[in-house]
Nanobody, 116 residues
Framework: QVQLVESGGGLVQPGGSLRLSCVVSGSIFSIHDMAWYRQVSGKQRELVAGISSGGSANYADSVKGRFTISRDNTKNTVYLQMNSLKPEDMAVYYC??????????WGQGTQVTVSS
């Protein structure tokens, strides 16, 4: 059974930075395309950034130029470096397969709060 454990969230001022991590266990991590998603309470979860097994990345327009997704296949970990954070980035962030319908169960997520 695949487990996803996200970490690295917290409280940051507008313009600040955070680095999120997601450790994946129970699967052959290196062959999977991975992504970060976020969800605001009462709204649908949205795709933030995805990275293919080969390392190609794609971003939502709202985060382009500010966020960077990366992966370390030796650590079964996917990262999201978030710079120039805005209040509208505030959400619970999750990782999962990069897919329209991720098959893995969602982890607990990590809360990102952007506030002065």
């Amino acid at each position: 059974q695949v487990q996803l454990v996200e970490s690295g969230g917290g409280l940051v001022q507008p313009g600040g930075s955070l680095r999120l991590s997601c450790v994946v266990s129970g699967s052959i991590f290196s062959i999977h395309d991975m992504a970060w998603y976020r969800q605001v309470s009462g709204k649908q979860r949205e795709l933030v950034a995805g990275i293919s097994s080969g390392g190609s990345a794609n971003y939502a327009d709202s985060v382009k130029g500010r966020f960077t997704i990366s992966r370390d296949n030796t650590k079964n970990t996917v990262y999201l470096q978030m710079n120039s954070l805005k209040p509208e980035d505030m959400a619970v962030y999750y990782c999962n397969e990069w897919s329209a319908l991720p098959l893995w169960s969602w982890g607990q997520g990590t809360q990102v709060t952007v506030s002065s």
